[in-house]
């Protein structure tokens, strides 16, 4: 112990260290994948599926940042690539001139579409091919804890 700091055990270093590698690596090879396959990134593809999942296909800029875990500021940042790419579009509020929606174009939504399949197989080759039913349960149970 360090002053008043406990030290992590060799168990406590190797779960964490893991998760980080885990994400890590999973996270650069989707994205490699996706970016190969489609010309876009991982991050790209998850604001097109939550703007598909979305009522109305389209959500508030700040809901969209919440949602993706970005800052409003990366996500503007983020949706900017986008509209420049014309796979995505901003929509003001009638209502609230100071919101602003984003909602796919149908080429966003025709590559989100083509996109999703190239995903999923990633997702169940590179992770979920590793878990058992009953792994995937206690793995999901654990993530809820964070929630």
Same mark, same amino acid.
């Not at 994400?23 to 994205?31: K, P």
């Given at each position: ?7 992590l055990? %060799? ?6 260290? !893991?998760?980080? $590698?885990?994400?890590?690596? @999973? =996270? /650069?090879?989707?994205d490699? +994948? ?5 010309g ?21 800029m700040?809901?969209?940042a %919440? ?6 500021? !990366?996500?503007? $940042?983020?949706?900017?690539? @986008? =509209? /420049?790419?014309?796979?995505? +579009?901003r ?6 001139r ?19 399949t ?9 992770f979920?091919a ?9 793995l ?5 804890r964070?929630?």
């Amino acid at each position: 112990m360090q002053g008043n700091v406990k030290l992590l055990s %060799e168990l406590e270093i190797g779960a964490w260290r !893991g998760l980080l $590698r885990a994400h890590a690596t @999973l =996270v /650069r090879e989707l994205d490699a +994948e996706l970016e190969s396959a489609h010309g876009i990134s991982l991050s790209a593809y998850e604001v097109l599926l939550l703007l598909h999942e979305a009522p109305e296909r389209r959500l508030r800029m700040s809901e969209l940042a %919440e949602s993706a875990l970005l800052s409003l500021s !990366g996500m503007t $940042r983020l949706v900017d690539r @986008l =509209v /420049r790419a014309g796979l995505v +579009e901003r929509e003001r509020c009638l209502a609230d001139r100071r919101v602003t929606y984003a909602r796919p174009t149908r080429a966003g939504s025709a590559l989100f579409k083509a996109a999703r399949t190239t995903h999923l197989r990633g997702v169940r080759e590179r992770f979920l091919a590793h878990f058992s039913d009953a792994d995937l349960t206690r793995l999901d149970r654990y993530w809820r804890r964070f929630a």
